[in-house]
């Protein structure tokens, strides 16, 4: 009896070490994560265009005039800030499209893929809505879109593709990758070409890269841009426009 409550203890204790050792490297690692630069800080400053709403779930972009009903939702990267994308939104709102970025929990997608959900809920006064997702949170933003096609019509993939197969979904999307990205390579795409919405149409920027699409400084493992951050993402914005004005 003395043997097997010594041996009843001892598991004890090594289930309690693996569950801590577990819990302090998932701590670590989530911590760990891109924040936005100055120039993402700066534009969440509302001003003519656009107001800006900071809480802690969203970052919301009403445009000031003509503001279409449609509108955008933007997944960020995985553990990117959320503010690193507010370039980008700022300009869709500047152009008359209300543009959120979801705020996920740990900076991972994975951890609330259904948080559009509250976004929807919340802007009664938008009629179309369009994700977009950079990276992992492309992934993310797709399976949202995939499982709820009643509510979205268009994705944006930045830098990202489908994980479940989306070829029969019956909303259309827009691919934008950069020509020297080098964590969404060409192969990745051409591989993945299949699980695409049948109605996708897909733009390469020469020579921009993974990370330019956000504001928030280098990206490990990702090749360097011989194109400014800042025409990487003009690009990407004529794009996007003229994709949300197809609707």
């Known amino acids: 009896m003395k043997f097997i409550k010594s ?7 090594i289930v309690l070490a693996v569950v801590l050792i577990a819990g302090a490297s998932f ?3 989530v911590s760990d994560y891109y924040h936005a630069d100055s120039i993402a800080l ?12 900071d809480n802690s779930n969203f970052i919301t972009f009403t445009p000031t005039h003509n503001q279409s009903s449609t509108g955008v939702i933007f997944y960020p990267g995985a553990k990117v800030q959320a503010e690193s994308y507010s370039v980008i939104a700022s300009q869709l709102a500047t152009n008359g499209y209300t543009t959120i970025i979801v705020k996920m929990p740990f900076n991972l997608a994975i951890f609330d893929v259904n948080k559009a959900d509250q976004v929807i809920a919340q802007h009664k006064e938008i009629s ?3 994700i977009a997702g950079h990276s ?14 009643n509510k979205i019509k268009g994705v944006i993939y930045l830098g990202a593709y489908p994980d479940e197969n989306a070829s029969n979904a019956t909303f259309k999307a827009l691919s934008l990758r950069g020509s020297l990205d080098n964590l ?10 299949n699980k695409f919405p049948a109605n996708t149409t897909f733009v390469t920027i020469p020579g921009g890269n993974h990370y330019n699409f956000g504001d928030y ?3 490990a493992g990702d090749n360097n841009s011989t194109i400014s951050r800042e025409e990487q993402q003009d690009i990407a914005v004529g794009y996007i426009l003229e994709f949300l004005q197809s609707f």
């Not at 509302?46 to 709403?53: A, E, I, K, P, R």
């Not at 933003?141 to 499982?147: E, G, I, R, V």
């Open 184 to 193: 969404t390579t060409s192969q990745d795409i051409y591989q993945n070409l």
């Open 128 to 130: 179309t809505w369009v």
């Open 217 to 219: 400084g280098v990206q």
């Open 42 to 53: 700066a534009a969440l400053s509302s001003n003519d265009n656009y107001t800006v709403v």
């Open 27 to 29: 701590t670590y690692y």
């Open 136 to 149: 992992l949170g492309g992934v993310f933003a797709s399976d949202y879109a995939l499982n709820h096609q």
């Open 7 to 13: 041996k009843n203890k001892l598991i004890l204790i």
